[in-house]
């Protein structure tokens, strides 16, 4: 009898432009050969520029599809994004502990990389008391490592600091990704995220990208390691991994919308031949 495929959930919010959310999760999972599986918190009207409409869902409809994939598909592994309320918050955090949905990632998405935010003020609180403790691994970007620790982070060894700190409220492992840290000389550093389990520190260095598309990178990072977890490793291997694949899918993304364009989910099936395609067609005909 053949195994079956690792299975993922992911609970965010739609991102109608496609490069972030749900839509990015879900193209994450499939490139990673992880079937993936999706509760909506919300749905927003969004492109490459900014967010211009919230539409939050209702609380008993983010259960009710939680129940419903878990109950038949099976879940190896589940991510949260966008949680949108204090309500909303509690409900997951139930449905994660009744369903037993571990390993769980949490990125504690707070704001849009276009600035939008994307929870609520109240909500931090419970995300801490009612999240945390049973996150397996912990994704937060500098600004929202400060939110949820409600002080500054101006070095690396403040970066260390705030890490354990974020352990010590419960979660298994935290990586703490570090893009905003202010560059160094002004220049802009390196994209080094910090990793630690209670254990040991790992720092995860890769040359930073310049380009635009970088919109859904964290949704991205997030869900590779939930991909990664699904199919069985540990916490530092998955984060190994996703650094690995948002590192080639930022390097390999090609021109979508006039803002911030998304990274390139599937760099490993096909290159983008759309620009040159006519041309090409011409040509040969
Ligand atoms: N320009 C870049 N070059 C290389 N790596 C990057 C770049 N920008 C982000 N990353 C990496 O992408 C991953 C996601 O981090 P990022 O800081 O973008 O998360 P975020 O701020 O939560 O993003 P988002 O706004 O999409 O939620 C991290 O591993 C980070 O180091
Ligand atoms: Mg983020």
């Not at 009710?64 to 949260?80: E, F, N, R």
């Not at 500098?142 to 409600?150: K, Q, T």
């Not at 160094?184 to 890769?206: K, M, N, Q, V, W």
């Amino acid at each position: 009898m053949s195994r079956r495929v690792p299975a993922a959930l992911a609970i965010a919010g739609s991102d109608s432009g496609g490069g972030a959310g749900i839509q990015a999760d879900l193209k994450t999972f499939a490139a990673l050969g992880v079937y993936g599986a999706c509760a909506l918190t919300a749905i927003t009207a969004q492109n490459t520029q900014r967010v211009s409409r919230v539409f939050e869902l209702p609380p008993d409809l983010i259960a009710a599809q939680i129940d419903a994939v878990v109950s038949d598909i099976g879940i190896d592994a589940t991510k949260t994004g966008m949680l949108a309320t204090a309500e909303v918050i509690e409900v997951v955090a139930a449905k994660v502990r009744d369903h037993g949905l571990r390993p769980l990632v949490v990125d504690p998405v707070l704001v849009a990389k276009s600035g939008d935010r994307l929870l609520r003020e109240d909500a931090v609180q419970v995300l801490r008391e009612r999240l945390l403790p049973l996150t397996t691994v912990l994704t937060p970007n500098l600004p929202e490592a400060v939110a949820l620790l409600c002080r500054p982070i101006a070095s690396w060894d403040d970066v260390r600091e705030a890490a354990k700190e974020l352990v010590a409220l419960g979660v298994e492992a935290v990586v703490i990704k570090g893009g905003h840290l202010p560059a160094e000389a002004g220049r802009e550093g390196p994209a080094t995220d910090i990793f630690y389990d209670g254990r040991s520190f790992h720092e995860f260095p890769a040359a930073r990208v310049h380009t635009t598309s970088t919109h859904g990178t964290g949704c991205t990072f997030a869900s590779a390691i939930a991909a990664a977890l699904a199919k069985g490793e540990g916490p530092r291997a998955a984060v190994a991994m996703a650094k690995a694949y948002i590192t080639k899918a930022l390097q390999s993304a090609y021109p979508v919308g006039r803002g911030q364009g998304p990274v390139h989910h599937f760099f490993r099936f096909w290159q983008p031949r759309a620009l040159e395609g006519p041309e090409l067609r011409r040509k040969t005909s």
